[in-house]
């Protein structure tokens, strides 16, 4: 089987291909393709990846390109994990906003939007010559931010596409260490959008374990999910890491004033990272990788693949769907973030104990924001930005969607054909 990585130059790349080398038995991968525009980066990941191959004994080779036609022809499965703008991109999404006292983040709030005005449009036509070149059945897994606006494009236009986040698998995989169990063992109630999601039960062989974890682990889940204890122990629900940008809004804002830009963090990173990815005796995958991010994104992302390609029963993956009535107070076309049964067909979501109003509400605002971004990205428009801005939880008065709206324009103006005029 031959896969594609499209963002392949990503220092986290060798993340994925680690998780391959350790599931030789049950993904039948012979040849990886990394597709970059970034000659320099891919060829150093694309380097340092085959060592990790060679190294664990898996024979599948890697290729490097920057012609997306010939990375993906002939795959059957296709990994979007590009990043348009750059670090340099996302240091403004996660800096604009402060002006008007809002949360800087480069997957939701203003900073999100812009991520999303920049990404849709690239995805989309990368996906479109996807589909020309592999054709029809290859399935396109969406790991680009923000990945459920991002696929909710790719669907709507009729792509075989799945979206995938790190964040389930990442507490899966602590809720299994902290009960004593394999974290496969667990089976997680997932509910809500992605980067807007609540673990509302940990089920055990049918036995939900999340009162026990709430019980005897509290303070270390409140310490990883950055909610005080009380709310956890009152709405017995473990929310992803990124609801403290909704809870504890102006909090995080005072912080991020203070702090220096997640984007200069990584960027130093990454270069650290290429520099030892240069290192023609390094063979194995360094410390220094965890800082980058996206933990346990390799053990995603290849069971995801292999649930898609394989032909085998379905699995269970916690994946960006097509609601399709999972939800009833949401659109059947919202994409939502969930448990779902994934085989060569696709996924379906697993039905789910009715969501409560607490969460709800919360997950139905940010839907209509997703649409009027969606729309947005599509079709262009200064407007249009400030109208879905005015509709995010996380920004909701006029004043600051217009200003915000503004400076997002003309900050992204390169990335954006339309405000160019």
Known sequence: MKLAVVGGGSTYTPELIDGIAGRRSTLDVDEIVLVDPDTYRVEAVGGFSQRLLDHAGHPARIKTTQSLEEGVDGASAVLIQLRVGGQRARRSDETFPHACGCVGQETTGAGG??????????????????????????????????????????????????????????????????????????????????????????????????????????????????????????????????LKYFYAHDEQVTKQRTERPRADVVSDVEEELLKIYLD?????????????????????????????????????????????????????????????????????????????????????????????????????????????????????QYSKADTLADSLVQINREYLPWARG
């Open 113 to 242: 939007l812009a991520k999303a005005l920049r990404t849709v449009p690239v995805v989309l036509d990368i996906a479109d010559r996807v589909r020309k070149i592999a054709g029809d059945d290859t399935w396109i897994v969406n790991f680009t931010n923000p990945v459920g606006i991002v696929t909710r494009a790719l669907l709507n236009e009729g792509h075989r596409a799945v979206g995938l986040c790190n964040v389930a698998i990442n507490l899966q995989r602590q809720f299994g260490r902290l009960l004593g169990v394999g974290a496969d063992d667990v089976k997680l109630v997932h509910t809500g959008l992605n980067h807007l999601s609540w673990e509302r039960g940990a089920l055990v062989d049918g036995v939900d374990r999340l009162p026990e974890l709430l019980e005897n682990h509290l303070d270390y889940l409140s310490n990883e999910v950055s909610v005080p204890e009380k709310w956890l122990r009152r709405m017995n629900v473990v929310p992803s890491y990124y």
């Open 280 to 396: 023609p005796d390094q063979n194995t995958k360094p410390e220094s990788l965890e800082k980058r991010g996206g933990a346990y994104y390799s053990e995603a992302a290849v069971q995801l693949v292999h649930a898609l390609t394989a032909g085998g029963p379905a699995e269970e993956h916690v994946v960006n769907v097509r609601n399709d009535g999972t939800f009833p107070f949401l659109p059947d076309d919202a994409v939502i973030e969930a448990r779902s049964t994934v085989d060569s067909q696709g996924a379906t979501p697993i039905p789910q104990p009715p969501v409560e109003q607490r969460f709800a509400g919360l997950i139905a605002a940010t839907t209509s924001y997703e649409f009027l971004a969606l729309e947005a990205a599509l079709k262009g428009g200064r407007d249009r930005v400030a109208d879905a801005l005015l509709a995010h939880p996380l920004v909701g």
